[in-house]
């Protein structure tokens, strides 16, 4: 275990002032998106575009290109294509998702066999690692941030009933199709983002966890959205600040400090239920 000396000493290095930050942001990010992943059911959904960016971070590698930049087309495209598919198709959207999730994992897999020689820029993105963001990624994951928060604030009351009944938003006039792809393209974004700091393996608990632990905490839609948020960015900073003391995996620790997080709380509601029956 690293001491309190040693852990100040760490914090006043730029990459640890990077991952912080990154942490926080997509922390933030994380609450936000998945506050509505949630409740709209789309955590296979986001689960399946975390699995499929494989094939993203391996053509990545093959063609000597960053694998951030391979990262953010591929899965974007793969959110659409899926999307369309769930649209056109008579058959469930787990199915679809199982079908068109499994051909990309070959595809991934195979792609990755053809790797010759040094694999730490696919190891790092399969597994991640924060601590490698640079200002590059800052910028994407606050631009997907900022882009994401002015269009689901701006759009509230019609994301709020689109989420709970998709026909009267349509009877309504709202957009639903407009504003479902609009989603699909900032959560496929923010799992390219988020990627980096917590690995393919792992990205799908960081949207879920922090907004099932808020939706234990509050039914009320707003401090529902305002705890998720809440709850993203602090257990991001713990799991950075847990990483650095005991000298883990970054992004483990994260979702570690989550999932502790989310079983301290439903512990809690636990003990408050059988105090008031």
Not at 9 to 34: D, E, K, V
Not at 215 to 242: D, E, R
Request: aromatic letters at 10%; proline letters at 2%; charged letters at 5%.
């Amino acid at each position: 275990m690293t001491n309190i000396n040693d852990l100040v000493t760490l914090l006043q290095f730029p990459f640890m002032q990077r991952a912080i930050a990154g942490a926080i942001l997509m922390g933030i990010l994380g609450g936000l998106l998945g506050s509505f992943v949630t409740l709209r059911q789309l955590s296979f959904f986001s689960h399946a575009v975390g699995h499929a960016a494989l094939v993203g971070v391996a053509l990545g590698v093959l063609l000597q290109l960053n694998p951030t930049w391979m990262l953010l087309p591929f899965t974007l495209l793969f959110g659409l294509v899926v999307l369309y598919f769930i649209d056109r198709t008579d058959l469930a959207s787990d199915s679809v998702l199982s079908i068109v999730l499994s051909g990309a994992l070959a595809l991934g897999v195979l792609l990755t066999s053809l790797i010759k020689g040094y694999r730490g820029n696919l190891m790092s993105v399969l597994f991640g690692d924060i601590l490698a963001i640079d200002a590059t990624d800052l910028v994407l994951t606050l631009l997907v941030l900022v882009g994401g928060s002015v269009f689901l604030l701006l759009t509230l009351q019609q994301q709020i009933l689109l989420t709970l009944n998709s026909a009267v938003a349509k009877v309504q006039g709202v957009p639903v199709q407009l504003y479902r792809y609009s989603f699909v393209v900032l959560l496929s974004l923010a799992v390219a983002v988020a990627i980096k700091a917590v690995g393919v393996l792992l990205v799908n608990a960081f949207l879920v966890i922090p907004a099932s632990t808020a939706k234990l905490m509050s039914h009320h839609f707003n401090w529902f959205l305002i705890l998720s948020v809440i709850v993203g960015s602090t257990s991001s900073f713990a799991g950075i600040i847990v990483s650095g003391l005991f000298n883990f995996a970054s992004g483990p620790s994260i979702v570690l400090v989550q999932f502790v997080l989310f079983l301290a709380v439903f512990c809690l509601v636990q003990v408050r239920k059988k105090s008031t029956a």
